[in-house]
């Protein structure tokens, strides 16, 4: 866009170069408007004037050269200035892009963060319900068990019952038939 700075070195030599030599030609023009008696004593009127017209064409010509000097000049400078400005919002640029790169960097990591948390949470739930699954079974083993502790203990309980109740039916018949006897031994000592 805008040509090397090697570029601008060469052309500035170059106007310096030429410098010195517009500088001559202002003095020779200015000299010769200031002294037209010592040079032009040797040539006529009419090569006075042509000379004369030569030197304000001249000197029109210098003035031309010195404000397109001053325009390259300025064009140097504005050219320079937005070179600066271009290189200040290229580093800006850079900056933003660097920015943008570690903000997406972060939220890889804090996706990662969150990805890892969902992790830790659904271990902890499968773990908790795991827990829970084992407490209930340890519960329904422990119920189990004592349930058939009870259902064993009240048969034990029933059978003895039955024994009891054979044991006292026998002693109640036994118990009859001895109050029989002892009735009929009255009967038979009253006799």
């Known amino acids: 866009m805008f040509p090397p700075s090697g570029h601008q070195d060469v052309s500035e ?3 310096d170069t030429q410098r010195p030599q517009v500088t001559m030609w202002e003095r020779d023009v200015s000299s010769d408007r200031q002294e037209p008696g010592r040079r032009g004593r ?3 009127l009419e090569g006075s004037q042509a000379l004369s017209q030569q030197a304000e064409v001249i000197v029109r010509q210098l003035q031309e050269l010195r404000r397109l000097e001053e ?31 570690a903000g ?62 054979k044991s006292l039916s026998s002693l109640e018949t036994r118990r009859a038939g001895e109050a029989k006897e002892l009735a009929e031994a009255q009967r038979e000592a009253e006799l």
């Open 13 to 15: 030599r170059r106007l």
């Open 42 to 44: 040797s040539w006529g």
């Open 71 to 101: 325009e390259v000049r300025l064009l140097r400078e504005t050219s320079l200035q937005q070179k600066m400005r271009l290189e200040a919002q290229a580093m800006e640029l850079e900056a933003l892009a660097r920015a943008e790169k």
């Open 104 to 165: 997406r960097a972060e939220a890889e990591g804090l996706r990662a963060a969150l990805a890892g948390a969902e992790v830790v949470r659904k271990n902890l739930e499968e773990g908790s319900q795991r827990e829970l699954e084992e407490v209930q079974r340890l519960h329904q083993e422990q119920l189990s068990s004592l349930t058939q502790a009870h259902e064993e203990a009240l048969s034990s309980l029933t059978s003895k019952a039955e024994g009891l109740e």
